[in-house]
Every structure is written in C-alpha cells, then in structure tokens.
C-alpha cells in the first residue's frame, strides 16, 4: 500500500500524510532513547572505547546506565517535543509527497508506479521537501539532545528566541547541505528494498502463509532501515557535527570539542584526528535504531492505511442505502 496503486485507490494524499502524522507519532516515541545515545555517541570526539583515556560513551548499555545515573530516566527523551513535531510533520509531508510522485510517475510516464526505481526516486525527492520543512525542528531536538547538565536551553521557546539572537536565522538550517545529501539517497534505499523486499516475499511466501501482513511490513520494514543506514551513515554523522557549532560551551561536559568551518573542513577534522572510523561512530545504536524506527514507520503507516480503508469501506454502504 506504500506508494500509488491504481488498482487499489484507496488512500488519498490527505489520508496518507494522516497515517505518515500518525506512525511517525507512535514511532519516535519508541524510538527516542535509541536517538538520544545516538547523537551522544555521534558528537563524542574521543574514541568509542574504554581503553581512550576521557572518552565518556563506549558502549550502548554503557552510555544509557550513565545517561541514567547522571540525568534520569527523562533523558532518554530529550528534546522529545521538537523530536515529535519532528516526525508528525516530517512523516506527513513524505508520505504526502510519495503517494502524489508516485501517482504523478503513473499518469504522465510509461514507468510503472510500483517498480523499485521509481520508488527510489519519487522516495529520495519526497524525503527531500519533508527535510526542507522540517530542518529547523530537527536542529532543536539535537540541541535539546546534546546539552549536558546545567541545561542551556529550558524550553523550546527559550531555545528557539536564544538561537535567533546569538547566532541569527541560518543555525535553525545548519547541516542542511549534508543532510540534502543523504537523505536522499537514505530515503530512496528504504522507499526501494522495501519495496523489492515486499515483491520477494510475495513471491516466496505461499498463499496460506500471507496472513501474516504486519509481520512482513515490519520485517521489511526492518531489513530496508539497516540496509539504508549502513550505506548513508557518514553523511548523518557529519549534520550532526556541523548542527552543533556555535553551542560548544554545553558540550565541554561530553569531552573535547571541535569548530567546523563548513562540510569540507569537517570532513577533513574527522578524518586527520578520528580517522576512517571516526565518519562511523554511533553505527550500532544507529543501526539498532534504524531497523526499529523504519520497520515501525512502514508498519504503523501501512496499519493506519488500512484502518482509513476499511472506516470508507464501512462508510460506502451507509451512504448508499441512506
């Protein structure tokens, strides 16, 4: 159901940016502790290990038995207001535009609005105009997500009115660039192996084993996140590097700091003192993550789908004797 259908028509692309707003709801609240050690374990300069000397994260458990020592159980949902505005506006807007560019590929191309390269395409662009709309919420919640104790930012309002006047309208657009970048290609694997992932199991999974729909959609789901991340993680390392300039002073209780001076120059920093590694710090929880949120987002967002369908359906004959 994810992506237009024309023997299906069910869902319009109001009904799809409803069911993109509501699994991007219930995803990010499961997925925010994930996130929180994510980001930690990205902006940390010293080696994941415990024998690097001032190295404060090493590992997962590690570094949530300590985010929970030294902050509470609250931590782990850091930023988790601008995180949800985050996810109900970003998953609307994607799957908005998904359902209408794929819908688009159908009726003024001779490509087949189901093939997997169009599903890469038409996913890379819709994720790319959601990341437009959304990129100042997502430079708060790393904020919010990167500040130690004592907070710099005590709320959203207060953060957003202290990041106009210290460091004027462009840090809300930070990381753009890198982010652009990735998450089109991020979104277009996703949008595509499941897609060609969905098409496998339909061919290898007899009849009487299909009941089992939201199994697959969140297995699928799962596979395609981990895939994708893999192949997009540097470039999710360094937007959130480059997020964070001009708030170093709350990161000195992390470790050290660095100042990027744009894309390049960080990409240079991360590669002379990290090295090749460095580009990969933060991959397990990332990975860990990205299996859970984009298997979660595809299933809920296709359960919703279905929900919206069967409510039309049940609607239909109403109408009809009334």
């Not at 819908?103 to 790319?128: D, E, M, P, Q, W």
């Not at 209780?253 to 002379?272: E, H, K, N, S, T």
Request: proline share 4%.
């Amino acid at each position: 159901m994810v992506g237009y259908d024309p023997e299906a028509k069910c869902v319009s692309t109001v009904e799809a940016a409803a069911a993109g707003s509501a699994s991007g709801f219930v995803t990010r609240v499961l997925i925010s502790p994930l996130d929180v050690i994510k980001i930690r374990f990205q902006l940390q300069i010293e080696r994941l290990s415990f024998k690097t000397p001032g190295a404060k994260y090493h590992g997962i458990l590690q570094a949530a038995r300590r985010i929970f020592q030294e902050e509470g159980m609250l931590a782990f949902w850091k930023g988790h207001v601008p995180a949800q505005l985050l996810s109900v506006g970003y998953g609307a807007v994607q799957f908005m535009a998904f359902e209408s560019l794929t819908k688009l590929v159908h009726n003024v191309t001779s490509y087949n609005a189901r093939n997997s390269f169009v599903h890469f395409i038409c996913g890379g662009l819709s994720a790319c105009t959601a990341t437009v709309a959304v990129q100042p919420v997502d430079t708060l919640r790393t904020r919010f997500a990167a500040q130690g104790e004592p907070k710099i930012y005590q709320s959203l309002h207060h953060a957003v009115v202290t990041m106009y006047q210290t460091e004027g309208p462009r840090a809300f657009y930070r990381g753009l660039t890198p982010t652009i970048i990735a998450v089109f290609p991020y979104a277009g694997f996703q949008f595509s192996f499941y897609n060609i992932l969905q098409q496998f199991s339909e061919r290898m999974i007899p009849d009487e084993g299909k009941e089992g729909g939201n199994v697959k959609n969140l297995v699928c789901g799962s596979c395609a996140g981990i895939i994708s991340k893999t192949l997009t993680y540097p470039f999710d390392l360094i937007k959130k590097r480059l997020q964070v300039g001009g708030f170093e002073h709350a990161r000195a209780a992390f470790g050290q700091v660095r100042i990027y001076r744009g894309l390049l120059d960080c990409i240079r920093q991360i590669m002379r003192e990290e090295g090749p590694g460095g580009f990969f710090k933060g991959l397990s929880p990332s990975l860990l993550k990205a299996a859970v949120s984009t298997g979660l987002i595809f299933f809920t967002y296709e359960l919703f789908c279905s929900l919206l369908c069967a409510l039309k359906n049940a609607d239909s004959p109403k109408r009809k004797g009334g």
